[in-house]
């Protein structure tokens, strides 16, 4: 997915670093979304959680966009032209609905619910995403990770896979990255990852064992979840940094609640992000608009999507300023 804002925020990034006062190790940060308009004839609307002022990452996931339940004869659905992406991949997993996607890899795949895409741009791609003719109602995240240093000049790649349920304390867990209840996704990611759907049977709790070298980010769909005592409304995402063995949730309503649940050990490299790009300078992200704008074969083309590409826009006037993330809490493994 696109970050299709036309004045996106460029900002540089860096876990661990301290930058005020960090929460006590057992206190969850909770983390309110903006409204992003995505496009669509009615310019359909996303919720952004993450990047934001009081945290830019959660191990290396760096952006979470959270959509719908959107009807799509309202909205127009999702309509994405192809634009590029670098330093990055994407994850995309729906509740509902269905989505095309299409790349300069020569990939075409139709993403479904409770099936991870996952787009590795390596030092470039672009691609497109469109909702299909059968999708009523559009519900889903779109995420991304970002590369590490070693890693994000790899080749294009593209990886489709379904995550059979597995059952957990009073509900279920869908893994499509990492391991977590017994399962492990078989798909590969370039640094410790966690990426997997909750859901919760009415007023349950369970107890995840979770790794304690992690943070973690839960992202609410639906009903009133309690993180570690700490109460999550939809579209909220709760933060609590590394140094737990254990991660119990509850939850609070009468009907099924629904979550995902990310993780991954602080990630401690440097990054700038700017719409679509995820770099280590300023003046790379200028040369990769640059390259987009002059249509170099860097990001090749996407074949199949009836329109024009998605155009870059203008930079900001002003060199980078550094955003960081507060440092993870201290204290024991829990």
């Known amino acids: 997915m696109s970050n299709t804002e036309t004045q996106p925020a460029e900002l540089r990034c860096r876990a661990s670093l301290p930058?005020?006062?960090?929460?006590?190790a057992s206190r969850v940060e909770v983390l309110s979304p903006r409204r992003v308009p995505l496009g669509g004839p009615r310019a359909m609307t996303v919720r952004r959680t993450?990047?934001?002022?009081?945290?830019?990452?959660i191990g290396a996931w760096c952006f979470a966009d959270h959509y719908g339940p959107d009807d799509v004869a309202g909205t127009g659905g999702m309509d994405v032209p192809p634009h590029p992406h670098t330093g990055l991949q994407t994850v995309s997993w729906l509740f509902s609905g269905e989505i095309e996607h299409r790349d300069?890899?020569?990939?075409?795949?139709?993403?479904r619910p409770g099936?991870?895409?996952?787009?590795?741009s390596g030092h470039g791609i672009s691609h497109s995403e469109v909702s299909t003719a059968r999708t009523t109602v559009l519900h889903g995240v779109q995420l991304w990770v970002a590369l590490p240093e070693r890693h994000r000049h790899t080749g294009r790649d593209f990886r489709h896979h379904v995550p059979r349920p597995v059952r957990v304390?009073?509900?279920e867990a869908r893994v499509f990255l990492g391991s977590?209840?017994?399962?492990?996704s078989p798909v590969p990611a370039f640094t410790p990852l966690l990426g997997a759907e909750l859901t919760l049977e009415p007023r349950a709790t369970t107890t995840l064992t979770t790794d304690a070298g992690f943070e973690h980010g839960l992202l609410?769909?639906?009903g009133r979840i309690g993180m570690a005592g700490t109460l999550l409304h939809p579209a909220e995402l709760g933060y609590r940094g590394p140094g737990h063995r254990t991660l119990t949730l509850t939850n609070e309503t009468d009907a099924p609640a629904r979550a995902v649940l990310l993780g991954g050990p602080p990630f401690g490299e440097q990054i700038v992000m700017w719409w679509n790009f995820v770099g280590?300078?300023?003046?790379?992200?200028?040369?990769?608009?640059?390259?987009?704008?002059?249509a170099s074969d860097r990001f090749g083309g996407v074949e199949g999507y009836d329109g024009d590409r998605l155009p870059a826009p203008a930079l900001p006037n002003a060199v980078l300023t550094p955003r960081r993330n507060p440092a993870p809490p201290p204290g024991g493994t829990r």
């Open 115 to 120: 099936e991870l895409n996952l787009m590795t």
């Open 104 to 111: 300069s890899l020569g990939s075409h795949a139709l993403v």
């Open 220 to 222: 609410v769909d639906r």
């Open 169 to 171: 304390d009073g509900g």
């Open 180 to 184: 977590l209840a017994g399962d492990t």
């Open 19 to 24: 930058d005020g006062p960090e929460p006590p």
């Open 50 to 57: 993450l990047p934001q002022r009081a945290r830019t990452l």
């Open 280 to 294: 280590r300078s300023h003046e790379e992200i200028v040369r990769a608009r640059q390259e987009w704008q002059d």
